[in-house]
C-alpha cells in the first residue's frame, strides 16, 4: 500500500504543480515560493514550534493558539505552514512578527525531508485532519512530538482511510496525540488505529477566536462609509456553481421590500475576484469594487452591490451588517466560519451543505442562532424579514454569541497537553 501510494504522489505531483501554475496565470501568488512545496528554503536558526493551517478557516482557528504559543514560550520561534496562498496571505496578516510563514511541502519523501531538515521544529501541530504518511513517518522517525489540534474525521473519511489498509493506521498511530472536537471524532481516530491514551477530547478551538479589540469601532466605521442611512447584509466567503446567482436573486427580493439595502458580496476566491465583477457587469448590477472605493463619500443609493475584492476584511463587514449569510452552503462545497458572525451577535443564514462544520451548524441551529434556506428565493424573503425585525435579530444574535461563549476552553485543555511536550 505504502508503494502504491508513493507511485500515485509521483504521478500526481506533476499535474499538481502544473495546475498551480496555470492559477498563477490569473494570481502569480501561485508562483510566489513555489520552492517552499519541494520543500526548500533558507534553514530557520532556531528550532520552532511548527503549526501547519491548510488554508484561510484553519490559519483563523490556529489564531489563539499562536499568540497563546508566544506568550507561553516567548523563547521559541513559531513556524506556520499553510497550503494555499490565500492561506499565506492570512497567516502574514495575523501574524507577522510572530510567526515565520511558508508553505508545506508535498508529501513526497525528498521534500518532507529537506523541509524538516530547514525547520527542525521541536514540535509539530496540525490543525484539524490533515493526514499525510511521508511527513508523520519522518516526524517519527526524527522523534518530532506531533499533535493533531482540534482533530476532525467524519464517518466517510473514516471509511475512506480504512480502506487505504495499514498505511493510515501506522499514520496515525506510534504516538501521535490526538486532540479531537468531539467524543465521536476520538472514537473515529480509535477506530482508524490512534492509541486511546493518546486520544483525548479538547473541542475546538475554533470557539476561542479572539475578536480584535477595535472591531466595533471598525464595522462603524465601514457602516458609516457605505451604508449610513440603509440596511446592510453580506453574504461571506461565496462560490459560483449557482450560490452566487441565488444570492442576487435574494437581493432583488431584498430590494424590492427595503429599496436601499446594500449587499456585500464577499467571495471566497481572491482569484474570483475579477471574473465576479465582470459577472455583475453582464447582469446590469449597479455594484461598486471595495479596492476601488478610495473616497470618503458615503456609497450612492443607486448601487446594489458592494464587491469585497480585498483580503481580510470579512470580519469588519459582519461587524457592520445587520444580517449575515455564510457562503460554501447553498453550493455542495460543504459551509464556511459561522462563528465568526455567530461571535459578533449577527443572525446567520446558511444553505443546507455544512458538512465541514456540522457540529457547529447544529449547535447555531438548535439554539435558533441560525436558519436553514435552501434557496435564492427562501434566502431573501428571510434576509427580509430580518431586515424588518430588529427584536429577532437581536435575539438570534445574543444567541449565538452565548453558544459561542459556552464552548469556549479548547485552547486551554490544548496548552495543557502541549506543555510535558515541549518540557521533555
Same mark, same amino acid.
Given at each position: 500500500?505504502?508503494?502504491?501510494?508513493?507511485?500515485?504522489?509521483?504521478?500526481?505531483?506533476?499535474?499538481?504543480?502544473?495546475?498551480?501554475?496555470?492559477?498563477?496565470?490569473?494570481?502569480?501568488?501561485?508562483?510566489?515560493?513555489?520552492?517552499?512545496?519541494?520543500g526548500l528554503?533558507?534553514?530557520?536558526?532556531?528550532?520552532?514550534?511548527?503549526?501547519?493551517?491548510?488554508?484561510?478557516?484553519?490559519?483563523?482557528?490556529?489564531?489563539?493558539?499562536?499568540?497563546?504559543?508566544?506568550?507561553?514560550?516567548?523563547?521559541?520561534?513559531?513556524?506556520?505552514?499553510?497550503?494555499?496562498?490565500?492561506?499565506?496571505?492570512?497567516a502574514r496578516a495575523l501574524f507577522r512578527g510572530a510567526a515565520e510563514v511558508r508553505f508545506l511541502p508535498f508529501d513526497l519523501p525528498g521534500s518532507v525531508r529537506r523541509f524538516l531538515d530547514r525547520a527542525r521544529p521541536r514540535l509539530a501541530v496540525i490543525i484539524e485532519t490533515e493526514l499525510w504518511p511521508n511527513l508523520y513517518r519522518q516526524?517519527?522517525?526524527?522523534?518530532?512530538?506531533l499533535v493533531i489540534a482540534s482533530a476532525r474525521l467524519s464517518r466517510?473519511?473514516?471509511?475512506?482511510?480504512?480502506?487505504?489498509?495499514?498505511?493510515?493506521?501506522?499514520?496515525? $498511530? +506510534?504516538?501521535? &496525540?490526538?486532540?479531537?472536537? @468531539?467524543?465521536?471524532?476520538?472514537?473515529?481516530?480509535?477506530? !482508524?488505529?490512534?492509541? =486511546?491514551?493518546?486520544?483525548?477530547?479538547?473541542?475546538n478551538l475554533k470557539f476561542d477566536l479572539t475578536l480584535p479589540p477595535d472591531i466595533g469601532e471598525r464595522g462603524r466605521t465601514l457602516r458609516r462609509r457605505y451604508a449610513p442611512d440603509r440596511a446592510l447584509w453580506v453574504a461571506g466567503s461565496t462560490h459560483g456553481g449557482g450560490e452566487e446567482e441565488a444570492v442576487l436573486e435574494a437581493h432583488r427580493h431584498v430590494r424590492a421590500v427595503h429599496p436601499g439595502a446594500l449587499l456585500v458580496l464577499a467571495p471566497r476566491?481572491?482569484?474570483?475576484?475579477?471574473?465576479?465583477?465582470?459577472?455583475?457587469?453582464?447582469?446590469?448590477?449597479?455594484?461598486?469594487?471595495?479596492?476601488?472605493?478610495?473616497?470618503?463619500?458615503?456609497?450612492r443609493e443607486a448601487c446594489d452591490v458592494l464587491l469585497l475584492d480585498t483580503l481580510g476584511e470579512l470580519l469588519h463587514f459582519y $461587524? +457592520?451588517?445587520? &444580517?449575515?449569510?455564510?457562503? @460554501?452552503?447553498?453550493?455542495?462545497?460543504?459551509?464556511?466560519? !459561522?462563528?465568526?458572525? =455567530?461571535?459578533?451577535?449577527?443572525p446567520v443564514l446558511i444553505g443546507p451543505n455544512n458538512s465541514n462544520g456540522e457540529d457547529i451548524a447544529r449547535l447555531l441551529l438548535d439554539c435558533g442562532a441560525a436558519e436553514i434556506v435552501r434557496n435564492g428565493a427562501q434566502l431573501g424573503t428571510r434576509v427580509a424579514h430580518l431586515l424588518a425585525d430588529q427584536a429577532l435579530r437581536a435575539q438570534m444574535g445574543n444567541r449565538g454569541r452565548e453558544a459561542v461563549a459556552r464552548n469556549r476552553g479548547a485552547l486551554e485543555k490544548l496548552l495543557a497537553l502541549l506543555e510535558p511536550l515541549l518540557r521533555n
Open positions: 500500500m505504502r508503494l502504491l501510494y508513493l507511485a500515485a504522489l509521483y504521478l500526481a505531483v506533476p499535474v499538481i504543480s502544473a495546475m498551480l501554475a496555470l492559477r498563477g496565470l490569473r494570481d502569480r501568488s501561485y508562483w510566489h515560493n513555489f520552492g517552499e512545496r519541494l528554503g533558507p534553514p530557520l536558526a532556531r528550532s520552532p514550534i511548527w503549526v501547519h493551517a491548510v488554508s484561510v478557516g484553519e490559519v483563523q482557528a490556529a489564531a489563539a493558539l499562536i499568540l497563546a504559543l508566544r506568550n507561553h514560550y516567548p523563547e521559541i520561534p513559531v513556524l506556520v505552514t499553510t497550503f494555499t496562498p490565500t492561506g499565506a496571505a492570512r516526524c517519527r522517525r526524527r522523534r518530532i512530538p466517510r473519511s473514516t471509511d475512506r482511510y480504512r480502506r487505504l489498509g495499514a498505511l493510515f493506521k501506522e499514520t496515525v $498511530a +506510534a504516538g501521535i &496525540v490526538i486532540a479531537a472536537q @468531539g467524543e465521536a471524532d476520538a472514537q473515529r481516530f480509535r477506530a !482508524l488505529g490512534a492509541a =486511546a491514551d493518546h486520544t483525548h477530547v479538547t473541542g476566491h481572491p482569484n474570483r475576484f475579477g471574473e465576479v465583477a465582470a459577472w455583475l457587469q453582464r447582469q446590469g448590477i449597479a455594484f461598486t469594487r471595495r479596492s476601488q472605493s478610495a473616497t470618503a463619500e458615503p456609497v $461587524a +457592520a451588517a445587520d &444580517v449575515a449569510f455564510v457562503g @460554501g452552503s447553498l453550493a455542495p462545497i460543504g459551509g464556511h466560519n !459561522l462563528l465568526e458572525p =455567530a461571535s459578533l451577535g449577527l
